[in-house]
Nanobody, 119 residues
């Protein structure tokens, strides 16, 4: 079983910064992708940023240049540094880890952490 524990959400003013952390534990395949998704009220969950175990990154256009994803493979932890936050960044942020093995995709999610950006 895999568990993801997120931390770092909160309330911040527009233009401020927050850093999210997500620690994964359990039976995790070493070659994986960790990422952050978010879901605002009334909207679908969307990818914010992802990073592979080799360090390749992918960002949503809306956060490029403002957010930075990183990871510590030894700790199975992924981080999301969020700068220049905007009210439209307000959402519940979910941590995700997945890998593909034996032609099967394994997906795991955290419980979510609220990020609220006030104008």
């Amino acid at each position: 079983q895999v568990q993801l524990v997120e931390s770092g959400g909160g309330l911040v003013q527009a233009g401020g910064s927050l850093r999210l952390s997500c620690a994964a534990s359990g039976s995790i395949f070493s070659i994986n992708t960790m990422g952050w998704y978010r879901q605002a009220p009334g909207k679908q969950r969307e990818l914010v940023a992802a990073i592979t175990s080799h360090g390749s990154t992918n960002y949503a256009d809306s956060v490029k240049g403002r957010f930075t994803i990183s990871r510590d493979n030894a700790k199975n932890t992924v981080y999301l540094q969020m700068n220049s936050l905007k009210p439209e960044d307000t959402a519940v942020y979910y941590c995700n880890v997945y890998w593909t093995r034996w032609n099967q995709r394994f997906d795991y999610w955290g419980q979510g952490t609220q990020v609220t950006v006030s104008s």
